[in-house]
Each structure stands twice: as structure tokens, then as C-alpha cells.
């Protein structure tokens, strides 16, 4: 039989159209994602201090003194607006490699009576390693008696997605955002490390909820499950590295890595399934898409989908004076967006984005005691900017 070149393409057109449909389009998405948003107006930024090596978080001292920590493993405080030379002594060994290292920092509600300050880092080797929290005494230079109050499990191997967020709630208990293992080729057990999201007997990809000194919080969603781990608040989700509160009505939210797109900003709430790695607008670094669903009954659908992807991290719930119309509403730091987004929030609806345009890796963002915004940069010379009115 004779076939016409033209009547060739006719036959594979359905193929060639399926194939593009479904690395292209997924059908009945809950969620459109978001590419560029308006500029806000209104701000200028200034630079506090420079001179951080790869800076990760920031607290606050009672004093307005900062601790800033340096992922390659030292806890810095900012006097004054300059750097002390001297990091704080009395760390714990730290496995810095890759994403891996000094990450978040944050103080006990009750640190003027306690003088606790709380870090999460990774600890191990290269071949064993695992997101662990610890607490010291601060005594002005260093931090005394560190002990290690909880450690992931399973250990993993790579030096990828550590999560690591602190968020502090009402009551004395936090908070702590954990990744899911690393990319594929990652495997644990003889499968994807990023399956471990899905499973509760492992705390990879999950939110947990702890006590203050790092055993399970009370109510917890699982606790009562055979063989699930006592501390999950939340399961199914990537890489978590933005966290925050709303104190007024105390819902939670939290920003997520996705993989190539597929960032995420989901409400937060215990016992609920965030669907990494089965729903997920996600592809994989060298181009397929992760799941052919993104929604899923029995699984919550993120409230934002970045794509291109932002790489989130850092989120503050805005409270302060300094910015009136910015009241009630979220920031988002963007590492390879290189920005803040504005995220206004109508209750538990997004009711529309704003970008404030940095121009550098943005790490973490926190209100500080005084209602302005301060960022830090994930750079060589990383900087501690301060979000101000533009005048």
C-alpha cells in the first residue's frame, strides 16, 4: 500500500499531539500556576552589613543584637550593624556539604528566662547523614552545654534537601520542616528517596511537630498508628524551607521547593497529605513531568504553583507598622527568582502577587522587633538587607 508522506503525518498526529499534551498540559488543574507578578512599589532596601559566608537564618536577641547562621557552620552575631569577627563557640559538628550545614537558628519563647537558642543542621557523612536540632545556653560569645534533642530517621545518604525551617507555636512546641532525601538518582531502600514522603515510618518529607525538648507533641495527627513516626504533623511534601505564622488566627504556612517548577505555597494543616511526590506540577530536571496528576482526593492542593520556578525560602507573615497596606499579607524569598514576593492574602485565599526585584539569592526573610522587612542573600558575600519606605 502506498503512503503519502502527508498521510503519514495524519496518522501520527494523534501520537505527536499526546506526547505534547501530556509533557505540556495537565487537564482540570486545580491550581494555574503563577509566572511574573507586578512590581510593588513603595520600598527601597539598604544594606545592613555584608561579609556572611552563605548565610541560612536570623533571630533576634532581646537586646536588638542578631545571630545570624553561615551554612558552612558558623553562628555569627551582628552588633550594631556590623559583623562580630569572632563566631559563637560551643557548636555542635556539623556535616556541611552541598545543602547540608548550619541551617536554621531560633530562640525559645521563654530565652530571657532560659537563655536557649535552638539550631538545625545536618550531622554525619556523606554516606549517613540526617537533619538534627540541638539547643545551648547563650552566654554572650558561645553557646554552653549543647545537647542534641532530635535527630531524622532514616539517615540518608547525599547531601540534598534538608528542610530545616524552626517555627515556634503557641504552648512552647515547634514546628520543623524536613525534605525528602535529595533527586533521583537518590534511593533508599531500593527505591526513589523522595517515596520516604509518602511514608510514615520515615520522617523525610514531612512537617513535625515537637515539644521544646525535641520529643513528640502531644496531639500529634499519627501517633496513635502502627509503625508511624509519633512526631509527623504533615506528610507529602518536597523540600520545605519557609515557615510561618499567622498569630492572629494561627494558621501556618509554608513555601516548598518543587523540582524544574513546581514551587509550591501551601496552608498548613495537621494530619493532611501535601502529595509530593504522587500530585505535583513538578518535572524532572532533564524534562519529563514527575506525576501525570496534580490533585488527588484525599491529598491538599497547594494554594500557589510557581512556575518557572522561584525556589523558595524564607516566609514572613507581615504585622508591622512600617508597611501599612502590607498588613496581614505573606513574603516569599526566591533564590533563583532573586526577589521577595508579596502575597496578598484574602483569609486563606491568595488574593493576588507583587515582586520586590532584589537582584540576589534571597535565603530567609523575617520581620524584625522594629516592623521593617530584613533579607538575607545566599552568596559568597552574602548581605543582611532591610526592607524600608520609599520616601
Known sequence: ????????????????????????????????PSGDAPEATGWDMEVITDGLEHPWSMAWLPDGDMLITERPG????????????????????????GQGGLLDVALHPDFEDNQYVYL?????????????????????????????????APDKNGNQHFGSRILWLPGNTFLLSIGDGGNRPISLDNELI???????????????HLKDDGSPAPGNPFGNIRDARPEIWTLGHRNVQGLALDPAT????????GSRGGDELNLIQGGKNYGWPITTYSREYYGPRISDKTT?????????????????SGLAFYTGDRFSEW?????SGGLRGEQVRRIILDGEDVAGEESLEIGRRVRDVRQGPDGYLYLLTDEENGELIRIVPDL
Open 74 to 97: 558558623r553562628l555569627r552575631i551582628v552588633r550594631n550593624g556590623a559583623v562580630d569577627p569572632e563566631p559563637v563557640q560551643g557548636l555542635p559538628v556539623i556535616y556541611t556539604d
Open 194 to 208: 523522595r517515596n520516604q514522603a509518602q511514608k510514615l515510618n520515615s520522617h523525610l518529607g514531612k512537617i513535625l
Open 120 to 152: 538545625s543542621y545536618a550531622s554525619g557523612s556523606e554516606d549517613a547523614n540526617r537533619t538534627t536540632v540541638g539547643r545551648g545556653v547563650f552566654e554572650g560569645d558561645r553557646l554552653a552545654d549543647f545537647t542534641t534533642l532530635f535527630e531524622v
Open 1 to 32: 500500500m502506498k503512503t503519502t508522506i502527508s498521510g503519514t503525518i495524519r496518522l501520527l498526529l494523534p501520537v505527536f499531539l499526546g506526547i505534547f499534551l501530556s509533557g505540556c498540559f495537565m487537564p482540570n488543574e486545580p491550581v494555574e
Open 250 to 257: 494561627g494558621r501556618v504556612w509554608a513555601n516548598e521547593h
Open 327 to 331: 498588613q496581614g499579607d505573606l513574603f
Open 296 to 312: 488527588k482526593p484525599g491529598m491538599a492542593d497547594p494554594k500557589i504553583v510557581w512556575t518557572p520556578a522561584q525556589a523558595p
